[in-house]
């Protein structure tokens, strides 16, 4: 029996980490341009039905591209601007 997997939208970490700066630029920053992590991972989560090791390999890809800064308590991130560029 052959079993036919639905593939996953964010299965690869570029268009995970795409969709979390996209999910950052949508919301609004709190002090000093700092964007509390659940704001942008509920929604990942499940809005769009992304899983948690997505959301972390897209999290990481961000960080690595300079697309995104992750606070050393992992309690907010900041929209760098090479993510910023990506949405225009």
């Known amino acids: 029996m052959t079993r036919f997997a639905a593939q996953r939208p964010y299965a690869d970490p570029e268009a995970a980490a795409r969709q979390l700066v996209q ?3 949508s919301v609004e920053a ?5 964007i509390h992590i659940e704001k942008i991972n509920a929604p990942f ?5 992304g899983a948690a090791p997505e959301f972390g390999a897209g999290l990481e890809y961000a ?3 300079g697309w995104i800064e992750l606070h050393e308590s992992g309690s907010y991130v900041r929209l760098l601007s090479p993510g910023k560029s990506l949405l225009t």
């Open 23 to 25: 999910l950052a630029a």
């Open 30 to 34: 709190v002090q000093d341009g700092r």
């Open 45 to 49: 989560l499940f809005t769009l039905h």
């Open 63 to 65: 960080i690595q591209k």
